[in-house]
C-alpha cells in the first residue's frame, strides 16, 4: 500500500495567495522528503525534513511534520505562476534503505 | 559539477523489441535508483544500487526488466520483448546514500507502438 498520500490531489489558486499541501503516512519514519516536479520529468528535491524536527524553513517554503498524526504539510507563501508543478512526498520508513513516493499534488497557479 | 544524465530522453520502439536505457549519476554518489512514472501518476520503485552491495529488485514488474550498475557508476536498465504497458517516463536518480537527497535525471519517455 502507499506509504505517503497527499492531500488534495490538485490545488489551483490565484497568483500571490499561500499554498498548502499535506501528506499523510502509515509507518513510523525515518524522514520525509519534498519533491517538485515540472512537465512530467526530472523531479527537483525540495526539502528534508527528519523524524526528530517539527518544522523546516527554506525561503518561501514551509515543511512541517507530526509524527503523532503521521502527517506533513508544505506551505509555499506569495505563489508565483512558476510555482505551477506536481509537489510530491516521500518517505523513508524506519529501517528501510530506498523512499517510497505519493501520487502527487498538482499545483496550478492562476496569474 | 553535471547533474544526472539519461539517455535517450525519447524512445519509440515496437512491440516485442528489447530497448536499453542509460543513466549516468552524480560522480561520487554511491546510491542510484530507477523508477517508472505513467502519465499523471506517481513514482513506481524499480531497482535500487547501493555501493558494492547487492542491488534491491523488489520493485522490477517482470522478468522482462533487468539493470545492471558498471563500476559503480553508469546505469543501464533493459526491457525485453517490450509492451505496450511499458510506455512510461523512466526516471534515474542518484543520492551520496540510502535514504537522502536524490537528484535526478530528466528522464526517457519510453513509447511502445
Known amino acids: 500500500s502507499q506509504q505517503g498520500e497527499e492531500d488534495p490531489q490538485a490545488l489551483s489558486i490565484q497568483e500571490g495567495e499561500n499554498a498548502t499541501m499535506n501528506c499523510s503516512y502509515k509507518?513510523?519514519?525515518?524522514?520525509l522528503q519534498w519533491y517538485r516536479q515540472n512537465s512530467g520529468r526530472g523531479l527537483v528535491h525540495l526539502i528534508l525534513?527528519?523524524?526528530?524536527?517539527r518544522e523546516k524553513h527554506s525561503g518561501r517554503l514551509r515543511v512541517t511534520l507530526d509524527t503523532s498524526k503521521k502527517s506533513s504539510s508544505l506551505l509555499i507563501t506569495a505563489s508565483r505562476a512558476a510555482d505551477t508543478a506536481s509537489y510530491f512526498c516521500?518517505?523513508?520508513?524506519?529501517?528501510?534503505?530506498?523512499?517510497?513516493f505519493g501520487q502527487g499534488t498538482r499545483l496550478t497557479i492562476n496569474p | 559539477g553535471a547533474g544526472v544524465s539519461q539517455s535517450p530522453s525519447n524512445k519509440v520502439t515496437e512491440k516485442g523489441k528489447d530497448v536499453e536505457l542509460r543513466c549516468d549519476p552524480i560522480?561520487?554518489?554511491?546510491?542510484l535508483y530507477w523508477y517508472r512514472q505513467s502519465l499523471g501518476q506517481g513514482l513506481e520503485f524499480l531497482i535500487y544500487?547501493?555501493?558494492?552491495?547487492?542491488?534491491?529488485k523488489s520493485g522490477l514488474p517482470s522478468d522482462r526488466f533487468s539493470a545492471e550498475r558498471t563500476g559503480g557508476s553508469v546505469s543501464t536498465l533493459t526491457i525485453q520483448r517490450t509492451q505496450q504497458e511499458d510506455s512510461a517516463v523512466y526516471l534515474c536518480?542518484?543520492?551520496?546514500?540510502?535514504?537522502?537527497?536524490?537528484?535526478f535525471g530528466p528522464g526517457t519517455r519510453l513509447t511502445v507502438t
Open positions: 509507518t513510523s519514519i525515518n524522514n
Open positions: 560522480s561520487g554518489h554511491t546510491a
Open positions: 516521500a518517505t523513508l520508513a524506519q529501517g528501510a534503505q530506498k523512499l517510497v
Open positions: 536518480a542518484s543520492s551520496t546514500g540510502p535514504g537522502l537527497e536524490q537528484y
Open positions: 544500487f547501493q555501493g558494492n552491495s547487492a542491488p534491491d
Open positions: 525534513i527528519r523524524s526528530n524536527e
